[in-house]
Structure formats: structure tokens, C-alpha cells
């Protein structure tokens, strides 16, 4: 299976896709977060990306392609697969298509999470990281135990630099100029297509978030 999490930043993608892919023993494909690694480890891609990151805007189409495709060249076929935060470009998601035909594949759903700009912006500006073990936490929603410490590692916890005001504000308005047509894309081509109210709690999301999957396998 093939499935596509789509929705503005902040909205909980990360955080469901995470116990979904444990649950379904499926790969998680956050090309956020591959593109977090590559940073940290000081690649060519992680130094190409870095100013496109930090300003809020999209890191070029044939860069997130290549790393798509690296990535999921070691996938057996009949591994799910989940994309969390790609595509976010009508370039992005017809590659993506050639892509998945090359092995027989195709995208069997997608999943659009929705919330107000409110619940976006409170939602980020509250989240914070583990470095070393990637948990995710939210000082208004999540908070852990020990105020500024991983619950997991006990790593101090660190915000990530694009979660501040404007560069907040320009990734909602990069979603909704480039990322949103993907709504008609996928309608337009048939897809299995679910939206899903997620200014609820994360289990409640969840719920709903599953059984749109159970329907789609
Ligand atoms: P990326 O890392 O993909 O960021 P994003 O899409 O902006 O999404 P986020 O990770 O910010 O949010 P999320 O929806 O996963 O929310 P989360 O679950 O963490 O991309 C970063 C940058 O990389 C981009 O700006 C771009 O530059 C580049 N990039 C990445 N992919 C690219 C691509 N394909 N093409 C081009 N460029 C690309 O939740 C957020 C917070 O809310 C957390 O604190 C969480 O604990 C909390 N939370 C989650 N759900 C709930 C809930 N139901 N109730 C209360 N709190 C909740």
C-alpha cells in the first residue's frame, strides 16, 4: 500500500504517520525529516537545502525527487510505504507517479489532515524535539515530563528553526500556493481520497485516520 498524508505544516502529519507505520510495520517516508538528516550530517543535499528550509520555502523539486527515489530503491514491493510532507508540488507527485510505476506500483490513498491557521500556529510554536532520538513534543498539548528534557533519552529538547512566527507564516502561504492544488490533482485522478478533521485530539484523529486506511487496503 501506498499512502499519501497531505496537509499544512503543523497539522499532526509527523505525529500520525509515526504510529501508523509502527502499527502497519510500514516505512515512513518524511522527506522533512531525510532532509533534517542530511543537514546534520553535513551532505551536499543538507547544505543545498538549508536556506530554502530556513526561509520557509520549498527545497527544489529534482533534489526531494532523487531523495525519494534513493530512498525507496531498497522498499520490497509489498512493504506499505507512507509520505508525510511529500509531495507538495503537482512536479513532485507526477514524479512520484513514474517513480511507483517503475516497480508496479501507484498511490492507493491519500489522506488530507485540515485545521484553523490558529490551531497551525499554536501547534508549532509549541513544538519541540529530541536531536538525538527524534521524539516530538508540545509544550501546550505534549509536554514532558521534565520541562525541557526527552522523556525517551533525556536529551535537552530543541525547537526547530523554522518554527518561529514568520517563517511560520510563509509555510502556510508556500501550502496553500503550492501544495494545495494537489487536492484537485488527486481528486481529478481518481485516487482514494479521505479528508480528516484534525483539530482534535490525537487519538480521535487517529481513529478516524485508521479507518480510512482499513477501507483503502
Ligand atoms: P517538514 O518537516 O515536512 O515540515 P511541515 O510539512 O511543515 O510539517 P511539520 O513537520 O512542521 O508538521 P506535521 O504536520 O508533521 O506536524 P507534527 O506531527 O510534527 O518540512 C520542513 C521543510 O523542509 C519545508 O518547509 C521545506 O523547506 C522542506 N521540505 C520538506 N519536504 C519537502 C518537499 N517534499 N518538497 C520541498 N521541500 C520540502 O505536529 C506539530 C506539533 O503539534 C507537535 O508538537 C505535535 O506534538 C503537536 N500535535 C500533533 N497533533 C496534535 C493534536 N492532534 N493535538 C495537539 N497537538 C498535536
Known amino acids: 500500500m501506498v499512502l499519501i498524508l497531505l496537509g499544512p505544516p503543523g497539522v499532526g502529519k509527523g505525529t500520525q504517520a509515526v504510529r501508523l507505520a509502527e502499527e502497519l510495520r510500514a516505512v515512513h517516508v518524511s522527506t522533512g525529516d531525510l532532509l533534517r538528516a542530511a543537514r546534520r ?24 525527487l532523487d531523495l525519494v527515489r534513493d530512498h525507496l ?19 513532485q507527485a507526477e514524479g512520484l507517479d513514474q517513480v511507483l510505476e517503475q516497480s508496479g506500483r501507484r498511490v492507493d490513498l491519500v489522506v488530507l489532515f485540515e485545521a484553523p491557521d490558529e490551531t497551525i500556529v499554536k501547534r508549532l510554536g509549541g513544538r519541540r524535539s529530541c536531536p538525538q532520538c527524534g521524539a516530538v513534543y508540545n509544550v501546550h498539548f505534549s509536554p514532558p515530563t521534565v520541562e525541557g528534557r526527552c522523556d525517551r533519552c533525556g536529551s535537552p529538547l530543541q525547537q526547530r528553526p523554522d518554527d518561529v512566527p514568520a517563517t511560520i507564516t510563509r509555510r502556510l502561504e508556500v501550502y496553500r500556493e503550492q501544495t494545495s492544488p ?19 485530539g490525537v487519538d480521535e484523529v487517529y481513529g478516524d485516520f485508521k479507518k480510512s486506511v482499513e477501507v483503502a487496503r
Open 73 to 91: 530503491a531498497g522498499v520490497p514491493n509489498g512493504v506499505p510505504v507512507l509520505f508525510d510532507g511529500f509531495p507538495r508540488t503537482t512536479a
Open 41 to 64: 550530517d553535513g551532505t551536499e543535499l543538507g547544505r543545498r537545502a538549508q536556506k530554502y528550509m530556513d526561509a520557509g520555502e520549498l527545497v527544489p523539486d529534482h533534489l526531494i
Open 182 to 200: 494537489l487536492v484537485s490533482f488527486y481528486e481529478d485522478a481518481g485516487v482514494a481520497f479521505e479528508r480528516i478533521r484534525a483539530d482534535r
